[in-house]
């Protein structure tokens, strides 16, 4: 294989379990991906077009200070390196991951952000030849880990109607991560898209990577499930990503602590996604006051997303 770099993107919506298949695939003898380093898009939403004319420093270097992109470990030599043999940007980001596969000891490499979920068609149109791994979760689940993880400044937390609602926020900003990224991966098709449930991965992790290696034209490796071998830390009080858990069923129940208005609510607002994603129904009924708050966080919703919208066009 004589693939471009990178290889593949893990991207889903936010606490979705992305960290677990990101350190799985990580363990591929063939593959290392890297850990949100979201500087690929950043880059573009800050100098736009410029991105496919000639590489400049301007680019090189907005790249290199860029907060994040210490997490691939390159040195300035190695992005100054990588520079001398781009003419664009493009080809500067491909052989930043040559490099960062390089230092793995791997052929291959990729980049795990869970972000990227919502830009999969500018990923593609600026690397043509990669995959995408997209993973979904329960929805339900997901918004117990964000209720815990997300706060004013972090994550759906730094939205207004978060203070008031945020089970609805959690509701609706995973609605739409994982509806987007379904709609754009399957622009893409089988070839390059693949989805995976959390749900799946976690009860079938050596089925789940098999069918995963299949999809990136690799041979299965054991290494994948064996992961977290020599790293699992036995202290209860930190988070299953802190402890190095290997994949492990039940660590999020909604059925137990998702409960209330606050289950009604999250049914009331995203029912028909869960269901259309496989995903069963508690079967309860929302109150009369449930649906008008439901109502009333749909239509805030759509508001803020289209004034984001307008924003980013008077941005362009």
Request: one cysteine or more; charged letters at 25%; glycine letters at 6%.
């Amino acid at each position: 294989m004589d693939k471009k770099l990178p290889y593949v993107f893990v991207v889903g919506c936010p606490r979705s379990g992305t960290t677990l298949l990101q350190r799985m695939l990580d363990h591929h003898p063939l593959l290392a991906v890297s850990n949100d380093s979201h500087f690929i898009p950043k880059t573009v939403d800050k100098f736009g077009t410029a991105v496919h004319d000639q590489l400049n420093s301007d680019i090189v270097e907005f790249v290199r200070l860029y907060r994040r992109f210490p997490r691939l470990g390159l040195t300035d030599e190695a992005v100054y390196s990588a520079a001398e043999q781009a003419t664009t940007y493009p080809e500067f980001v491909c052989h930043l991951y040559r490099a960062f596969a390089k230092q793995q000891g791997k052929p291959y490499s990729g980049e795990k952000t869970p972000d990227y979920v919502k830009r999969n068609p500018l990923l593609h149109d600026l690397f043509p030849e990669a995959r995408f791994i997209h993973i979904v979760r329960d929805g339900r689940d997901v918004a117990l880990s964000t209720l815990d993880w997300a706060h004013e400044t972090k994550g759906p937390g730094r939205l207004a109607l978060w203070h008031d609602h945020p089970v609805a926020v959690c509701a609706l900003w995973w609605m739409h991560q994982t509806s987007t990224g379904i709609r754009d991966g399957k622009m893409l098709g089988d070839s390059f898209y693949c989805q995976i449930r959390y749900e799946n991965l976690v009860a079938e992790p050596v089925a789940s990577m098999k069918m995963l290696c299949q999809f990136l034209d690799f041979p299965y490796s054991q290494d994948t499930v064996e992961f977290h071998q020599g790293k699992t830390r036995g202290n209860t009080k930190l988070s299953a990503k802190k402890r190095w858990l290997p994949p492990t069923s039940g660590l999020r129940n909604w059925c137990q602590s998702l409960v209330g208005d606050d289950l009604l609510l999250f049914e009331a607002i995203a029912g028909a996604h869960l269901n259309d994603l496989g995903y069963s129904s508690s079967g309860l009924i929302p109150t009369e006051s449930v649906l008008k708050t439901a109502e009333y966080c749909c239509h805030w919703w759509e508001n803020e997303m289209h004034r984001r919208q307008l924003k980013r066009t008077k941005t362009k």
